[in-house]
């Protein structure tokens, strides 16, 4: 079956359900029932009222923490940073532009797992103590902002 020979079947295309035109017809009361919030335009209850009773979301096991002042790190490999010419500055905007980070990160950390034998001036937001030295050891430099 392909789109090209797609067609209507019977009770696929539904009339719309005409109200209050008699009884015979869904009438009176246009099938809303009586009285009440439901009856009334406008009415009916919001999503998730159980009739009084606590609701669902209420009564499921809230679990955890959300901590409103973390701070995202997108995280660099020093392996990673060999992509880069010897002597070139190393900051956020490089990274995005050789796809090491998403142009979206807000801050840069530099991990030291792998080795790097180029040197490079890494201008980043953190750095870790062994990526520090490794690239100190390749003749390089850290600024930290």
């Known amino acids: 079956m392909g789109l090209d020979n797609l067609k209507y079947t019977d ?25 009440g919030a439901g009856a009334r335009a406008g009415g009916g209850v919001r999503l998730g009222f159980t009739g009084g009773q606590t609701p ?28 880069f010419d010897n002597g070139s500055l190393v900051d956020k905007e490089a990274l995005i532009k050789a796809n090491l ?9 530099v991990l030291g797992n792998g080795e790097i034998t180029k040197s490079l001036t890494v201008k980043v937001d953190k750095v870790s103590l062994n990526a520090k030295a490794k690239i100190e050891g390749a003749q390089g430099k850290v600024e930290v902002l």
């Open 11 to 35: 009770g696929s295309i539904h009339s719309k359900k005409i109200l209050g035109r008699g009884y015979g017809s869904h009438g009176k009361t246009s099938a809303r029932g009586q009285k």
């Open 56 to 83: 669902l979301y209420k009564r499921i096991a809230k679990r955890g923490f959300t901590h409103v002042f973390r701070k995202e790190y997108a995280i660099v490999n020093l392996s990673k940073l060999e992509v």
């Open 101 to 109: 980070i998403d142009k979206d990160a807000k801050l840069v950390k």
